[in-house]
């Protein structure tokens, strides 16, 4: 059991620093819902792709919170397209005001350290007023997890005070860049 534990490791290990060395994956943004639940509590003002280059496409959001609210829970799931988009590897909850104090989820971790630098989503309970995030695209290098090429469907349901309030899907696809258009192995 202990070889086939190590042999895991290695290889995890192989094939993370194979991808954090190949600069060829690409992460492109494709489509983005938001839907407000109650717009007596939140007002969902921009909710838009904008294509910035061939490769690049950035997520401009804005919404205003009318009231205080004092528990945030995010449910998050990462699905994979295959006949449809299926759950794949993560389906995650975690309660925001208790991960702004103190960071505790490592998926969760890793989203933020993508992000932070986009949105406005930084300080701790009770959020009111607007939140924003400008620009924010995620090179394939900030999500430190190794992605097959495919489509995916980030589902991310937030819940204020217990009730779902905002929905917001995020369609993207990575394309690590190892076949051309003709399905053979690219040589270098």
């Keep these: 059991?202990?070889?086939?534990?190590?042999?895991?490791?290695?290889?995890?290990?192989?094939?993370?620093?194979?991808?954090?060395?190949n600069n060829a994956a690409l992460l492109k943004f494709t489509n983005v819902r938001c839907r407000a639940h109650n717009e007596s509590w939140v007002k969902v003002n921009v909710c838009r792709l904008k294509a910035i280059s061939r490769n690049k496409t950035v997520f401009n959001f804005n919404a205003t919170m009318l009231y205080p609210a004092y528990q945030i829970s995010l449910n998050a799931q990462l699905l994979k397209k295959a006949n449809g988009y299926k759950p794949w590897l993560y389906n995650i909850s975690a309660d925001i005001c208790r991960f702004i104090k103190k960071p505790y989820h490592p998926v969760v971790i890793l989203f933020v350290k993508a992000?932070?630098?986009?949105?406005?989503?930084?300080?701790?309970?009770?959020?009111?007023?607007?939140?924003?995030?400008?620009?924010?695209?995620?090179?394939?290098?900030?999500?430190?997890?190794?992605?097959?090429?495919g489509e995916y469907l980030v589902k991310l349901d937030w819940f204020y005070h217990l009730r779902k309030q905002v929905s917001t899907d995020f369609y993207f696809s990575i394309d690590e860049g190892i076949l051309n258009t003709k399905g053979s192995i690219i040589k270098s």
């Design 1 to 21: 059991m202990r070889k086939v534990f190590m042999i895991l490791v290695i290889v995890k290990l192989w094939l993370v620093l194979i991808l954090i060395t």
């Design 115 to 149: 992000i932070r630098n986009y949105t406005n989503l930084n300080h701790t309970c009770p959020y009111v007023g607007d939140l924003i995030a400008s620009g924010l695209h995620v090179p394939y290098e900030r999500l430190r997890i190794p992605f097959p090429t």
